[in-house]
């Protein structure tokens, strides 16, 4: 059986990382912003994280910035 992954998962997920990596969110939204070139504030991606609306490539982005690498890997 497959187990759907929640809005949930992913913000728990991505906020656990991102704290144990020692950022906090404004500090990786500031990264962003910076990455993108425009104004990424840390209210706009609690609120992605809560919705669920982040953009995969912004969870890569994400990952890249607090010094994770995301690979898929066959099961």
């Given at each position: ?8 998962d992913?913000?728990?997920q ?12 404004p500090q990786?939204?500031?990264?962003l ?6 104004d ?10 809560r919705r ?11 990952a ?12």
């Open positions: 059986m497959i187990k759907k992954t929640t809005k949930e992913v913000k728990n991505l906020r656990a990382k991102i704290i144990a990596k020692g950022w906090s969110v990786v939204a500031e990264k912003g910076e990455l993108y070139r425009k990424y504030s840390g209210e706009n991606l609690n609120n992605k994280l669920g609306t982040i953009q995969y490539k912004e969870v890569l982005d994400i890249e910035i607090i010094g994770f690498k995301i690979k898929w890997i066959e099961k």
